[in-house]
T-cell receptor, first 109, second 113 residues
Framework: DAKTTQPPSMDCAEGRAANLPCNHS???????VYWYRQIHSQGPQYIIH???NNETNEMASLIITEDRKSSTLILPHATLRDTAVYYC??????????FGAGTRLTVKP | NAGVTQTPKFQVLKTGQSMTLQCAQD?????MSWYRQDPGMGLRLIHY???????DQGEVPNGYNVSRSTTEDFPLRLLSAAPSQTSVYFC????????????FGPGTRLLVL
């Protein structure tokens, strides 16, 4: 079982920011939060990860609450190509990364 | 770099047959893993390896064997195929144990009749 909960689906208008929430209330102090996405039936693609500080890269931003019990992945200007299933993951241990059902994001024109 | 490659892309088996799904990476990554993805579901970890000669079980290991004789290759063996093993199988690799960036292969679609 995954250690995170995510809404099953979300919609976003093209060009607007997509904010994808994730709850991980049982996360411990040294556990990272990872985000991946899967476009159609391709292999998942790494997006970003973080521990306690907010993180940003060329793909997205990750905002982690101060108590670390939840986080939000932000795609600042969503495009149609961002339509995918987004997975928020807290590994069971350093080597066991389990994907849940994820959030299916649909970007609409 | 070719990245992570998987063969075959598609396979049909009869119940009880055995086969090996191949996975190779040319990035000199220590960590490799196998996942299965059933229709409409997320990925589930089958087995993983943190280096040559070292393997361990993930969430759903039953019915599958793995070995890691080289850094590059991580084959997955189905011992006696069952219809419940119909799925898409993904192999992945990453540089370190934290799996900070896992690179996934294109997948193998397996149908067991």
């Amino acid at each position: 079982d995954a250690k995170t909960t995510q809404p099953p689906s979300m919609d976003c208008a093209e060009g607007r920011a997509a904010n994808l929430p994730c709850n991980h209330s049982t996360i411990s102090g040294n556990e990272y939060v990872y985000w991946y996405r899967q476009i159609h039936s391709q292999g998942p693609q790494y997006i970003i990860h973080g521990l306690k500080n907010n993180e940003t890269n060329e793909m997205a931003s990750l905002i982690i609450t101060e108590d670390r019990k939840s986080s939000t992945l932000i795609l600042p200007h969503a495009t149609l190509r961002d339509t995918a299933v987004y997975y928020c993951i807290v590994p069971f241990n350093n080597n066991d990364m389990r994907f849940g059902a994820g959030t299916r994001l649909t970007v609409k024109p | 770099n070719a990245g992570v490659t998987q063969t075959p892309k598609f396979q049909v088996l009869k119940t009880g047959q055995s086969m090996t799904l191949q996975c190779a990476q040319d990035m000199n990554h220590e960590y490799m893993s196998w996942y299965r993805q059933d229709p409409g579901m997320g990925l589930r970890l089958i087995h993983y390896s943190v280096g040559a000669g070292i393997t361990d079980q993930g969430e759903v290991p039953n019915g599958y064997n793995v070995s890691r004789s080289t850094t590059e290759d991580f084959p997955l063996r189905l011992l006696s195929a069952a219809p419940s093993q119909t799925s898409v199988y993904f192999c992945a690799s990453s540089e370190g144990a934290r799996m900070e960036t896992q690179y996934f292969g294109p997948g193998t679609r397996l149908l067991v009749l």
